[in-house]
């Protein structure tokens, strides 16, 4: 009965891994080695981020210069002195205007159907131009597009009055004013 509950011998050697001298060398040099390798990987990548690839132009001055230029460029200032080129009203409607008002695409009020034009026509010319120009609701701001201040001004006349208004159709700004507008603008 005894034999069944022996314990191990505590007497006997523990034994590990290293058995010789030359593996504890070996085991130092790799335990010291190994760190130290990988800390110079470790700071060559994080330093390669600064140099750009072989063959790259993409540090250059021109590609960064490309890279920070604004989006849209230097600004278009249209001349307001010639007149005779200004759109109509009817023109500045196919050519911006119709794609929604004359379908109701997007809750826009149809040209020519009173009664959807009669509460806007009430507010007054000077809402529905606002409006036209800075956007509302599912509209666009147009202002600053293809077409003028001027030009959109004549596109709402002329929606308007096809809906039942009676405004009068905007007058033309004077070259001074206009002149002055482009300088300021700049």
């Known amino acids: 009965m005894a034999d069944a509950h022996q314990t191990p011998d505590h007497d006997a050697p523990h034994e590990g891994p290293i058995k010789t001298p030359k593996q504890l060398i070996w085991a130092v040099a790799f335990a ?13 990548f994080v330093a ?3 140099k750009p690839a072989a063959g790259s132009d993409g540090m250059s001055a021109a590609a960064i210069a490309k890279r920070i230029a604004p989006v849209a460029g230097a600004p278009e200032v249209k001349d307001m002195s010639d ?4 759109k109509t009203g009817e023109q500045v409607f196919a ?6 008002h004359a379908t109701g695409a997007a809750g826009a009020p149809k040209i020519g ?9 009430s507010q007054g010319f000077d809402t529905l131009l606002h409006s036209a120009l800075k956007g509302k609701g599912a509209m666009t701001a147009q202002a600053g597009g293809d077409f003028s201040d001027f030009e959109i001004a004549r596109a709402v006349v002329h ?3 096809q809906g039942g208004a009676k405004f009068a159709e905007p007058k033309a700004p004077a070259p001074a004013d206009a002149a002055s507008a482009a300088s300021a603008a700049q």
Do not use: Y
Not at 32 to 44: E, K
Not at 83 to 86: K, P, S, V
């Open 32 to 44: 010291f080695l190994v760190p130290i390798i990988g800390i110079i990987l470790l700071a060559n």
């Open 95 to 100: 050519g911006q205007c119709a794609a929604c």
């Open 48 to 50: 390669a981020d600064n």
């Open 113 to 121: 159907d009173s009664a959807a034009w009669g509460p806007r026509v």
């Open 159 to 161: 929606m308007a009055n």
């Open 83 to 86: 007149l005779t080129t200004m």
